[in-house]
């Protein structure tokens, strides 16, 4: 599956961005997606990811209650709501996706990958 991360952008602290994942396959509700980010100097982290049939959704400590993860499989889309930025959410953003990962917040479980898009949330 092909995927296509977008809606990145410059916002100020305390705005707001959502982010889509578009993927190619119409087999999409049979993977598990992820979203990560990737600071400058920083390693790749996991942000949120879920289910297959969005029944299951998992955050990271640092974006609960600020971002919300959701698909529309109807549309072969993911969605990043990303709520109350702050400046150390600035990263690139990938989205992943696996058939059956094995921890929801191993990158290395994802076998798909679509290309970063920039967030840049100034203070």
């Known amino acids: 599956v092909q995927l296509q991360a977008s809606g990145g952008g410059l916002v100020q602290a305390g705005g707001s961005l959502r982010l889509s994942c578009a993927a190619s396959?119409?087999?999409?509700?049979?993977?598990?997606v992820g979203w990560f980010r990737q600071a400058p100097g920083r390693e790749r982290e996991v942000v949120a990811a879920?289910?297959?049939?969005?029944?299951?959704?998992y955050y990271a400590e640092p974006v609960k209650g600020r971002f919300t993860i959701s698909r529309d499989n109807s549309k072969n889309t993911a969605y990043l709501q990303m709520n109350n930025l702050k400046p150390e959410d600035t990263a690139v953003y990938y989205c992943?996706?696996?058939?059956?990962?094995?921890?929801?917040?191993?990158?290395?479980?994802?076998?798909?990958w679509g290309r970063g898009t920039q967030v840049t949330v100034s203070s």
């Open positions: 992943a996706a696996t058939i059956n990962p094995q921890d929801w917040d191993n990158s290395k479980g994802y076998d798909y």
């Open positions: 396959r119409r087999t999409f509700t049979s993977y598990f």
């Open positions: 879920i289910s297959w049939n969005g029944g299951g959704t």
